[in-house]
């Protein structure tokens, strides 16, 4: 069965950081494709970062997150640093069984996906 757990969110101030984690079982973390997303209220899910054999971040996380992966604790992580208000969201891992030079950014791209991780960056 697969699953994918996140954990780490909470709540931070301006210029703060935090560690997610997604916990995954039931598949090869080596041979699959990793992708955070985050979505805002209102807004619709976006892609923040993806690792595979090339590593992508949306523009405006840039030099503030980093996406990894300890493949031995079947775990991906993002580190967020410098967090900003507009960072507010909750955030998915997901995970698609195909890993290759090729970057997956679409939602429809990823096979399955964990409940998410409320991230809040307030004074």
């Known amino acids: 069965q697969v699953q994918l757990v996140e954990s780490g969110g909470g709540v931070v101030q301006p210029g703060g950081s935090l560690k997610l984690s997604c916990a995954t079982r039931?598949?090869?973390?080596?041979?699959?494709?990793m992708g955070w997303f985050r979505q805002a209220p209102g807004k619709e899910r976006e892609i923040v970062a993806t690792?595979?054999?090339?590593?992508y971040y949306t523009d405006s996380v840039k030099g503030r997150f980093t996406i990894f992966r300890d493949s031995t604790k079947n775990t991906v992580y993002l580190q967020m640093k410098n967090l900003k208000p507009e960072d507010t969201a909750v955030y998915y891992c997901a995970a698609k069984y195909d890993r290759t030079s090729k970057l997956y950014l679409l939602e429809a791209d990823y096979d399955d996906w964990g409940q998410g991780t409320q991230v809040t960056v307030s004074s």
């Open positions: 690792n595979s054999f090339s590593v």
């Open positions: 039931g598949f090869d973390l080596i041979q699959a494709t």
